[in-house]
């Protein structure tokens, strides 16, 4: 089964995925790191070559790519050599773009981690330079960033089936809702 970890940046969807699947013997693969590898430059080169909306079609079509092969996999695969799970970490913006909200609905479980806005804003001044839309700001233009970007979200990561507020965004929390969904599946 997929399981998409959705969210703003800084809400932990790598260091979570991670170890997700350290813990359910599973794989991790982050959207970015796909980019990165595809077209040979970091997140920030491809903005500032290509500009955002050639971004958000590319970061759409590897993830159509990489859930359908995974999908694939699966059928393929003899069931008792099946692994439990493929965590997706998406962008920040993957569920605000091309629809791409429905089609991980219908390829996976979306999961959204959604920790206050105080977190996001420690870790993110922190972690500005990397990325595109962060690293021209000022600490003090940070917050209200976030704030915004993320009442524009909201409406996009609520889609998910999972979501997990403040507290709830841990790694013994996430795993127990992601197992017993796996039942339905
Ligand atoms: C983005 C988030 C980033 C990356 C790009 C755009 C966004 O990923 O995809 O910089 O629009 O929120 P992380 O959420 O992993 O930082």
Redesign the pocket.
Known sequence: MIVFLLGF?GAG??HLGNQLAIETDSEYIDL?NLVVEQTGMT?NQVFEKHGEDYFRELETSILHKISTELNLKEIKTDSTKKERFHFIGC???TPCFNNNMEWMNSHGLTVWLNPSVNILFSRLRNEKDQ???LKELEDDQLLAFIENKLAERKKFYELSTIILNDNDVTLSKILKLVSDAQNFF
Do not use: A, N, Q, T
């Open positions: 940046m969807k790598s970015d997140i962008g920040g913006g990325r595109p839309l």
